[in-house]
C-alpha cells in the first residue's frame, strides 16, 4: 500500500460531445464542465466547497464521495460551469413567464419595496422547464470521481517521495546510534582512572587518617555513581526501536500520519535525554545531529496522511 502525502492537486474536464457522438449521460448537453481538487495538511479531514448556487444539490454526494477515499487533510473542491457557445438557449415557455409574472406581482403586493425579476433571474429560473438542457448529477459525480483518483494519484506521488527522505534520515540516525554506542564504556573507564588519580593525590597530601583501601573503594563508587549518570544505553535501545517501527510504517504505507507523528515526538526525547547525559563533546555533538535530523523528519511528517 502506498504512503499517502496530504498535498495535491487534481482537475478534470468535460466538453460536449460533438455532434453525432454520445456523451455518457446528457447527450443533448453543451455546457462544458470542470471540477478541481487541492488538499494541503491538516491534522483531521477538513472538507471545503466552492459550488455554483445550481450544483449546491450535489454537495452531500460529493463529500461522500471524498470521505470515503480521503482520510486527512484540508481540501477544497471547486466546480465550474460553461453554458457554452449559447446556441442550445431555447426561449421559456409561455405558460411558465405567464406564472412567474403572477407570482411576482404577488408578491409585490406584499412587498413593495421587492425589486423586480431581471432577465438573468428568469433564464435561471426557467433552466430546467424550458427545455434547456443542463448537465445531471450522474455526469457531476463521474467527474468528482475521476478527480478524486488523480488527486490520490498525485497524494501518492508525494508520499513517495516523503516516504524516500524519510528512510534516508532513518538510516542516519541508525549510524549516529553505531557511533554514540562505544563511547559510553571508553568514557566510563576514563571517568574511573581519573577518580582514582585524583583520589592518589589526595592521599598523598593528607595526613593519613585514612586507608588508602577506603580512598579506593570511594573513588570506584564515585565512578560507578557516574557511569549510571551517563549510561545511555536505553535511550540509544528505544531510539533505534522507534527508527525500526518508523521504517516499518513506510513499508506497510496506509494510513500513518497520527502514528509516525506520536513517534517522531518519542524519538525527540530520546535525543534531548541523550544531550542531558552527556559527558563528552563528540556525545553532545551526536545528540545535536540527531535533533537536526528529527526535526527535519517532524516536518515531512506533519504532510503525511
Known amino acids: 500500500m502506498p504512503v499517502y502525502s496530504m498535498t495535491g492537486y487534481a482537475s478534470v474536464q468535460h466538453s460536449p460531445q460533438p455532434t453525432g457522438g454520445q456523451a455518457p449521460t446528457s447527450a443533448n448537453s453543451t455546457a462544458r464542465l470542470g471540477l478541481e481538487i487541492r488538499s494541503v495538511n491538516s491534522r483531521f479531514l477538513d472538507l471545503g466547497f466552492r459550488l455554483p448556487e445550481e450544483l449546491r444539490h450535489i454537495e452531500p454526494a460529493l463529500r461522500e464521495l471524498i470521505t470515503r477515499q480521503i482520510k486527512r487533510g484540508k481540501v477544497e473542491v471547486r466546480a465550474s460551469q460553461d453554458g457554452g457557445d449559447g446556441s442550445a438557449l431555447q426561449a421559456p415557455n409561455h ?15 406584499w412587498l413593495p419595496s421587492a425589486h423586480p425579476l431581471s432577465v438573468a433571474d428568469v433564464l435561471r429560473m426557467t433552466a430546467g422547464s424550458s427545455g434547456q438542457p443542463t448537465p445531471d448529477e450522474a455526469i457531476w459525480m463521474q467527474l468528482a470521481s475521476q478527480a478524486v483518483d488523480a488527486l490520490r494519484d498525485a497524494r501518492a506521488r508525494e508520499g513517495a517521495r516523503l516516504s524516500e527522505m524519510l528512510q534516508g534520515h532513518i538510516a542516519q540516525l541508525r549510524l549516529l546510534a553505531t557511533q554514540a554506542m562505544p563511547l559510553v564504556p571508553l568514557l566510563v573507564e576514563q571517568q574511573r582512572q581519573r577518580f582514582i588519580e585524583r583520589w592518589k593525590d589526595a592521599m598523598a597530601l593528607a595526613d593519613g587518617s585514612h586507608l588508602p583501601e577506603a580512598a579506593q573503594d570511594r573513588a570506584l563508587t564515585e565512578a560507578t555513581s557516574f557511569a549510571i549518570r551517563i549510561d545511555v544505553a536505553e535511550e540509544l535501545t528505544r531510539l533505534r526501536s522507534h527508527l525500526e517501527e518508523i521504517s516499518r510504517l513506510l513499508d506497510k504505507g496506509g494510513d500513518m500520519g497520527k502514528r509516525l507523528d506520536f513517534l517522531i515526538q518519542e524519538l525527540h526525547r530520546e535525543a534531548n535525554t541523550l544531550g542531558s547525559k552527556s559527558a563528552v563533546l563528540e556525545m553532545t555533538r551526536i545528540s545535536v545531529d540527531m535533533k537536526v535530523l528529527i526535526e527535519q523528519m517532524r516536518e515531512q511528517v506533519q504532510n503525511i496522511e
Open 95 to 109: 405558460q411558465v413567464l405567464q406564472k412567474i409574472a403572477a407570482l411576482q406581482e404577488k408578491v409585490r403586493d
